[in-house]
Each structure stands twice: as C-alpha cells, then as structure tokens.
C-alpha cells in the first residue's frame, strides 16, 4: 500500500452532531459563529434526523484546506461539548470517514455500508 500525499486533500468537511430536543440551541450557536466567523465555510443544512453514514442529528460545514489551521482549533476550544466529525476530501470517501478522520468528543459509529471505497474519475467522451 502506498502512501497518500497530502496535497490528495481538496477541502474538509466538519460534522457537528446535536441532539435536537437538548443541545440544538448549543449546535445553532456554534453554527453562527463559525458563519461569522469563517466566511469562507460553507454551513450545510439542518438535519434533525440520521443521514448518510451519520448516526444522529447533525450539521455539516464544508471549508478550504487553508481554513484548516484556524477553523479546527476553533472548533476544539469552542465546541460547547458537542461531537464533531472532521474528515478530508479525497478520492475515498470510505477512508476520508473512517480512516483518516478526526473526533472531537465521543467517537459515533458511522454506516460504512453507504460509503463508497473509490469515488470514479469523470468518464470521457
């Protein structure tokens, strides 16, 4: 197996996962702020329920790479006790969630089973 570089990385994705009958109001905090905050991130919507490979309620926020320095930081010190998922975008959705990831408190099982292994190079005519 060889290694991957780190220039394979073309943004992040930030999972921020709440409970909606108990921590929304935290979850909506941290939301505005990093929309504030972080201009160039990109706040995903609400969802109050299990999607994807996510087991609960989350939100996601898409940014840079060169956001990555400030924007995960900010998020260890300021997450208010939420879990957050911090996974890059590569070519390998699978890994990028389950290998290469990072958590920020407790650690939640993801279904694998909707996560594809290679994402596929645009065909050509």
Do not use: C, K
């Not at 921590?23 to 990093?34: D, H, I, K, N, P």
């Not at 879990?83 to 407790?106: F, Q, S």
């Amino acid at each position: 197996m060889s290694a991957v570089p780190p220039e394979a990385i073309t943004g992040y994705h930030a999972h921020v996962y709440y409970e909606p009958a108990t921590t929304r109001e935290r979850a909506a905090w941290l939301r505005a702020e990093v929309g504030q905050r972080f201009p160039a991130a990109v706040l995903g919507r609400w969802h109050d329920v299990p999607v994807g490979p996510h087991p609960g309620a989350m939100f996601q926020i898409a940014f840079p790479v060169a956001l990555f320095p400030t924007l995960v930081p900010w998020l260890m010190l300021n997450r208010r006790g939420l879990t957050v998922l911090v996974h890059p975008e590569t070519d390998d959705p699978r890994a990028d969630h389950l290998d290469h990831a990072l958590w920020m408190g407790a650690v939640l099982p993801l279904d694998a089973s909707v996560l594809p292994a290679r994402r596929e190079p645009p065909s050509r005519p």
